[in-house]
């Protein structure tokens, strides 16, 4: 059975998954937020160093991860729109292609970090490099911590009596497309910015 509270999820002191989470949330984006400003700050003192690092990252692999998980993001919004209308086929189908969505990511981004570990790339082979594992690893830890997440929802949702709270789902979904928000602030700054 899915439960919903409607009285407490339409008060802004009670957002889904509770205040707890977007204090989360907002404090993700601006550790973020002050990584991409250092990024851009030492960019401008050595501008030439990041122009020529910035060559050698695959924009066709940064392309197709950020289409990605925007399409991810969409599936993810259609599954809450499911969940809301206690439709429980049409939940369960777009959690998958969302799970899908960040697996297809995670796995591109394995393969783009092998690439730069065969070419010699490393954390310490510039302070372009140093950001971008160090960004780039962050966020991934962020989406596998996501699809656990969302692999957990949908898990509750296959058991014979399905027992998800929407507020618990709507904050899921906050999580993943606070991975969303960050890539679609990573990959321009990282990969076209200089």
């Known amino acids: 059975m899915m439960k919903t509270d409607n009285a407490s999820s339409n008060k802004i002191f009670y957002p889904p998954g509770g205040i707890l989470l977007w204090i989360i949330i907002f404090l993700e984006l601006i550790t973020f937020g002050m990584g991409i400003i250092a990024f851009v700050y030492y960019g401008k003192q050595d501008s030439e160093l990041f122009h020529l690092s910035k060559l050698n990252l695959n924009k066709t692999i940064g392309v197709i991860n950020t289409l990605l998980l925007l399409t991810s993001g969409f599936?993810?919004?259609?599954?809450?729109?499911?969940?809301?209308?206690l439709n429980l086929q049409k939940t369960k189908s777009y959690l998958q292609l969302t799970l899908m969505g960040g697996l297809l990511f995670t796995i591109l981004k394995g393969i783009e970090y092998f690439q730069k570990i065969q070419a010699g790339i490393t954390l310490d082979t510039n302070l372009f490099y140093t950001f971008?594992?160090?960004?780039?690893?962050?966020?991934?830890?962020?989406?596998v911590v996501g699809m656990i997440i969302l692999y957990f929802m949908y898990h509750q949702l296959t058991k014979k009596i399905a027992t998800v709270d929407v507020d618990d789902f709507e904050a899921s979904a906050a999580f993943w497309h606070m991975c969303d928000l960050i890539w679609l602030l990573l990959f321009p700054v990282l990969y076209l910015l200089y």
């Open 75 to 85: 599936f993810m919004a259609e599954s809450v729109k499911g969940i809301r209308h």
């Open 132 to 143: 971008y594992w160090l960004l780039t690893g962050f966020h991934l830890a962020h989406i």
